[in-house]
């Protein structure tokens, strides 16, 4: 067995890892502000050339599901400790502010739409059921309502002075209260 010196692989994979993740955060920047993403401008702010970025992603779509995935990742870390209000103020905050990323997932077909919400969903099940057992969400409620939940803001979204950040915020506070146990007691 001869003594080599080690391999270059281990350098790449981090360097690998590396650029994608400075892809991921300037991916993040371009979705929650620019209409139209385009992989060049990512590459920009990322400081690495294109054909870095198109190894990684080969479309924006694909860019897109890793954008969401790694915010996903991130909100599975917060489900357990976090209050379920918080983590559903943070979901509802993410589709006001990633406007474009939310446009790229409305152009997938119907089914994939369906299979990310449920991913969605699934995740903040805990948090929901372990509100509603502590009397914080409403006990006639489900978390399959919040499919529901998320459409209605999507269309107040899409639909005019919601698109500012005042009254989105408003309305944001409205469903959280709306989910509040009790509410359905109010006249």
Do not use: C
């Not at 401008?41 to 990322?46: P, T």
């Not at 269309?155 to 309305?171: C, I, K, Q, T, V």
């Amino acid at each position: 067995m001869r003594a080599g010196r080690p391999s270059s692989a281990v350098p790449r994979r981090v360097d690998a890892r590396r650029n994608r993740e400075a892809i991921l955060r300037a991916a993040d920047e371009v979705f929650s502000e620019e209409a139209d993403v385009a992989l060049d401008e990512v590459a920009r702010r990322a400081g690495l050339g294109r054909a870095t970025v198109y190894r990684h992603f080969p479309d924006r779509t694909a860019l897109a599901f890793a954008v969401a995935a790694h915010h996903l990742t991130a909100l599975k870390g917060l489900v357990r400790d976090e209050p379920f209000r918080e983590l559903l103020w943070r979901v509802l905050a993410m589709q006001a502010r990633r406007r474009p990323l939310v446009r790229v997932f409305r152009e997938l077909p119907e089914r994939s739409q369906r299979q990310y919400t449920h991913a969605l969903i699934a995740l903040l099940r805990p948090a929901f059921e372990r509100a509603q057992r502590e009397g914080g969400v409403r006990a006639d409620l489900e978390p399959a309502d919040l499919a529901l939940l998320f459409e209605m803001h999507e269309a107040a979204l899409a639909a005019g002075p919601a698109r500012r950040a005042e009254p989105a915020e408003r309305l944001v506070r409205v469903f959280l209260d709306g989910l509040a146990a009790g509410a359905h007691d109010r006249s």
